[in-house]
Nanobody, 114 residues
């Protein structure tokens, strides 16, 4: 059984930074593709960034150059470093794990405002 515990959200001013963490409970973490999605009120849930088992990454165009996804297989944790945050980054952020099925964290709120 896979469980994901995401954390690290909060309030930050425009231009600030936050780091989200996703702790994976289960087996063979290193084989999973890990990702972060976000959902703003009234909008669909969209992919923000993804990292596969080989370390290859994918980013939404809106976050390229500002966000960095990484993983530490020894700690079974995925991270999303978010820099130069903008108000439009405000959303609920969800950790996601995929191998043959999809698993989701409970989400963490990120609010960017002055």
């Amino acid at each position: 059984q896979v469980q994901l515990a995401d954390s690290g959200g909060g309030w930050v001013q425009p231009g600030g930074s936050l780091r989200l963490s996703c702790l994976f409970s289960g087996k063979i973490f290193n084989m999973y593709t890990m990702g972060w999605y976000r959902q703003a009120p009234g909008k669909q849930r969209d992919l923000v960034a993804e990292i596969n088992s080989g370390g290859s990454t994918t980013y939404a165009d809106s976050v390229k150059g500002r966000f960095t996804i990484s993983r530490d297989n020894t700690k079974k944790t995925a991270y999303l470093q978010m820099n130069s945050l903008k108000p439009e980054d405000t959303a609920f952020y969800y950790c996601h794990a995929r191998i043959r099925a999809d698993y989701w964290g409970q989400g963490t709120q990120v609010t960017v405002s002055s």
